[in-house]
C-alpha cells in the first residue's frame, strides 16, 4: 500500500474511532464498485465502516418492463434495434438480446455508428435502445439533432436515460435507508459537474465526495467523508477537480436540455423515480420509438428470486439472495446485476473472495 | 459503462477527430468539447470527448486499463460493451 493510501487508511481508523458508530457509505459508480473490489480496498476498511453499493450501473437499474420493450423490438421485421454491447445480454421476461438472435440487432459504439445504420438502411427503422446516465445521453442528443437535421426520419431512440441526482434523493427519502455519505461517480460528475451534489448535502445532509477511479484517491475520498462526518459537516467535495469542474461540462448539459427533459420514470429496485427520467421533448417526439410504434410503458416482474432490487439500494449484499452464485453466475446470470460487468453482483462473484473476506491489506 | 478513457487527438478536422490511446487509434467526435485542439488529451466516452485531462491523470489511467485488461485475460468471463 502506497503511503498516500495508508495515511488515508489511518485517518479513516481515527476517525471512524471518534465517531464510534458505524458508518455507511455508499458508492453510486459501477466502475467504482469494481475498482474497489479489484484493489481489495474493503478488507482494508476500519471496523465499522461499510460500503454499500448503490444504484450506479445505468444496466442494472433498466427496469424489466424496458428490456422487454427493447425484446418486442427486436423481433419486428422492419426494425434494426441498434445497442450499446452491455445490454445484449440482460434477460428480458423472455430471453436476451442474444437468445433472440435476430439478424436486426446491430452492436454499436457510439451513436454516430446508429446513424450511419439508418443511413444505410432506409428500407428499416433504426431503434437505438438509449440507456445510460448522464455521461452517455449527451450522445444521443448529438444523434437526434442530426437525424432532425439529415431529415434521418428512419431513426429513433427508446430512451431508457436516467438522471443520477434524483435517485440518490430517493434512496435518501425512504426513512429505512442507511445511508451516511456517498462517494461520487467521477465520469458522471465531469459532464454534471460537482456542484450537481449540493441539493443532496444540503436537503438531506449527507456528505458528497466526487472521486476518480485509482485505488488511493478511492481511499482518500472515504477519508475526507469520515472527516465531515466527524466534524459534523455534509458538504460537496470533489477530490477528482483535475477533470471534473464545478459546473460540469456546459455544453454537454446544454444538448442534453435542449433534446430532453426530465420525467418521473421507473427504475429496478427503486420504483418510480420523481425527474428520474429522461424523455425528448415535444418538438423531438417523432423520433421517440414509443411513440412511433405506439408502444405503452410496460410494467413486468422481476426475475423469480432475483434481488437485486434489495442490492441496488443498498438493503442486503449480493450473497444474501438465495441464487448467488448457485442459479446465478455470470454465465448463467438471472437479474442484471450479475450480467453487467458493472453490476454489484458480478463484482461479489469475481472478486468477492479476495476483496472481502480474506482480511488482506 | 460510465467509463471514459484518456486519449490524445491526433487529427482534427471540424469536430471528428481521430484519438490515439496506447497505440489505438478510432474515430470520434468533440462536439461536446469544442474546445478540444489538436494534441490534447482528452476523456472519450461512447465515441465522444467529454472533458480534457493532463498528461498525468492519463498516465495513470493507462496504466490502470493495463492492469485491468491483464486481469481480465486471467478471468472466465467479459460482457464488455461500451467503454
Ligand atoms: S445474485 Fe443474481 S439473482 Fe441474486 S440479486 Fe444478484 S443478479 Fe439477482
Known amino acids: ?361 | 459503462m460510465c467509463l471514459a478513457v484518456p486519449a490524445r487527438i491526433v487529427e482534427l478536422n471540424d469536430d471528428r477527430a481521430v484519438v490515439d490511446a496506447m497505440g489505438n487509434r478510432w474515430a470520434i467526435r468533440t462536439t461536446l468539447l469544442p474546445e478540444a485542439k489538436l494534441g490534447d488529451i482528452v476523456l472519450v466516452h461512447a465515441g465522444f470527448a467529454i472533458a480534457t485531462v493532463d498528461e498525468e491523470e492519463a498516465r495513470q489511467t493507462w496504466e490502470l486499463f493495463e492492469q485491468i485488461e491483464q486481469l481480465r485475460t486471467n478471468e472466465p468471463t467479459g460482457t464488455e460493451g461500451a467503454g
Open chain 1, 1 to 361: 500500500m502506497s503511503d498516500r493510501a495508508e495515511a488515508a487508511r489511518r485517518r479513516m481508523v481515527r476517525d471512524c474511532e471518534a465517531l464510534g458508530r458505524p458508518v455507511r457509505i455508499m458508492e453510486v459508480c459501477g466502475t467504482h464498485t469494481v475498482a474497489i473490489f479489484r484493489s481489495g480496498i474493503r478488507a482494508s476498511l476500519p471496523k465499522g465502516l461499510t460500503l454499500l453499493s448503490g444504484p450506479g450501473c445505468p444496466v442494472c437499474v433498466t427496469e424489466q418492463g424496458y428490456i422487454d420493450t427493447v425484446l418486442e423490438l427486436a423481433q419486428r421485421d422492419d426494425v434494426i434495434l441498434a445497442t450499446y454491447g452491455d445490454m445484449i445480454r440482460v434477460p428480458g421476461t423472455a430471453g436476451s438480446l442474444e437468445t433472440v438472435n435476430r439478424p436486426g440487432v446491430r452492436v454499436v459504439l457510439s451513436t454516430d455508428d446508429a446513424l450511419a445504420l439508418a443511413r444505410e438502411r432506409p428500407d428499416k427503422t433504426v431503434v437505438f435502445a438509449a440507456v445510460g446516465f448522464e455521461t452517455t445521453t449527451p450522445a444521443t442528443a448529438v444523434a437526434v439533432g442530426q437525424a432532425a437535421q439529415e431529415g434521418l426520419d428512419n431513426f429513433c431512440i427508446l430512451s431508457g436515460h436516467k438522471r443520477v441526482v434524483p435517485a440518490m434523493a430517493a434512496l435518501l427519502s425512504d426513512a429505512t435507508n442507511r445511508i451516511d455519505a456517498f462517494l461520487c461517480p467521477g465520469h458522471v460528475s465531469v459532464i454534471i459537474g460537482s456542484e450537481a451534489y449540493r441539493p443532496i448535502a444540503q436537503r438531506f445532509g449527507r456528505s458528497c465526495v466526487v472521486a476518480g477511479f485509482e485505488p488511493v484517491l478511492i481511499l482518500e475520498a472515504m477519508a475526507a467523508i469520515c472527516r465531515q462526518l466527524v466534524e459534523g459537516r455534509a458538504e460537496v467535495e470533489s477530490l477528482y477537480a483535475a477533470v471534473v469542474r464545478p459546473e460540469g461540462n456546459p455544453r454537454a448539459m446544454e444538448l442534453i436540455d435542449r433534446y430532453f427533459e426530465p420525467c418521473d420514470g421507473p427504475w429496478r429496485g427503486l420504483g418510480r423515480i420523481p425527474e428520474g427520467s429522461l424523455r425528448l421533448r415535444a418538438e423531438y417526439e417523432r423520433f421517440d420509438a414509443r411513440r412511433r410504434f405506439g408502444l405503452e410503458e410496460r410494467v413486468a416482474p422481476e426475475p423469480a428470486g432475483c434481488r437485486c432490487a434489495d442490492v441496488l439500494c443498498g438493503r442486503i449484499e449480493p450473497v444474501a439472495c438465495g441464487l448467488f452464485g448457485s442459479r446465478c453466475t455470470p454465465d448463467t446470470p438471472v437479474g442484471p446485476c450479475m450480467v453487467s460487468s458493472e453490476g454489484a453482483c458480478s463484482a461479489w462473484y469475481k472478486y468477492g473472495r479476495r476483496g472481502g473476506r480474506d482480511g488482506a491489506g
